[in-house]
């Protein structure tokens, strides 16, 4: 279940275990690949864990189908 998995990595995440996390994360987009949501949270892990043209592109996916997402903007703001 996506929902399992999303809260997983962000119980990980919560505890600094990035690559623990990132892959909880990607379990739950595997599950439901259009969840702004879990992007948005999958993409926050990654700057965390350094990765960011992996977060990019997760982010910039976001605003390209909702390009007033403000925590996108945020997270792109963080990306700069």
Do not use: F
Not at 30 to 40: A, G, H, M, T, V
């Amino acid at each position: 279940d996506a929902d399992v998995h999303r809260l997983l990595g962000a119980a990980l995440a919560g505890k600094k275990e990035h690559l623990r996390a990132i892959t909880e994360y990607e379990t739950a987009l595997e599950l439901k690949p259009e969840d702004p949501l879990l992007q948005l949270e999958l993409a926050d892990v990654l700057i965390a864990a350094n990765r960011k043209s992996e977060a990019r592109k997760l982010v910039d996916k976001i605003l390209e189908k909702d390009e007033g997402n403000s925590a996108a903007k945020r997270l792109l703001k963080q990306l700069k």
